[in-house]
């Protein structure tokens, strides 16, 4: 298995320009989530998916981003306008619910945004 | 609402020393508990997890054991060596259907020769 898969790894761009990044999650899995790192706020959950419907988008900084999920094998979140606020590391994670298993978030490695 | 409390970091050990990284939680119901570990430029693996009270998780040496009367999860590892030198988050699943994890703020290790 691939594991989560995540574009670009890196990414500098400058201040007002649009930013997507990309993820596949693992293949089979029905939840997928994008975090935020950053040193200030550690690790924020922004938005998360259930078989590619958004259950839950409050950890969403403000209107500048957004998120899709158009089937099950990819995902996209944009910020545009970006601001050098929203340089961080954004990760993407996948999970399946197992009958009576134990959930386990499996994560990319994710994508160093920098906006300059 | 339910919560995770890290000790503070970092953590600076020399290698072979005794580990401990204190971790305790809130929350309503019986969450799982889980430990990532997060190794330099790269994303957050599981190291281990445990689902009910007095379960021991256990992975390449780490160790953690539920403990519902103190709500505690701490990570240990009896001989730490230099390769373990990461940021260790403490998570819980809780057991509704919002499949969210809640993470703790992350401990940094630091290991020396």
């Known amino acids: 298995d691939a594991g989560v898969i995540q574009s670009p790894r890196h990414e500098v761009t400058e201040m007002g320009q649009e930013v997507t990044l990309r993820c596949k999650p693992i293949s089979g899995h029905d939840y997928l989530f994008w975090y935020r790192q950053t040193m200030m706020r550690g690790l924020e959950l922004l938005i998360y998916f259930n078989n590619n419907v958004p259950i839950d988008d409050s950890g969403m900084p403000e209107d500048r981003f957004s998120a899709k999920m158009p089937n099950a094998s990819f995902s996209t979140l944009k910020i545009q306008p970006s601001e050098p606020r929203d340089s961080a590391v954004y990760f993407c994670?996948?999970?399946?619910?197992?009958?009576?298993?134990?959930?386990?978030?499996?994560f990319g490695p994710g994508t160093r945004l920098t906006v300059l | 609402g339910n919560s995770v409390t890290q000790m503070e970091g970092p953590v600076t050990l020399s290698e072979e020393a005794f580990l401990t990284i204190n971790c305790t939680y809130t929350?309503?119901?019986?969450?799982?508990l889980f430990w990532y570990v997060q190794y330099p430029g790269e994303g957050l693996q599981l190291l281990l997890k445990a689902t009910k009270a007095d379960d021991k998780g256990s992975n390449k040496g780490f160790e953690a054991t539920y403990r519902k009367e103190t709500t505690s999860f701490h990570l240990e590892k009896g001989s730490v060596q230099v390769s373990d030198s990461a940021v260790y988050f403490c998570a819980l699943s809780d057991r509704g259907n919002t499949g969210k994890l809640i993470f703790g703020q992350g401990t940094t290790l630091q290991v020396k020769p």
């Open positions: 929350a309503t119901g019986y969450p799982s």
């Open positions: 994670a996948s999970r399946t619910r197992l009958a009576g298993g134990i959930d386990t978030q499996y």
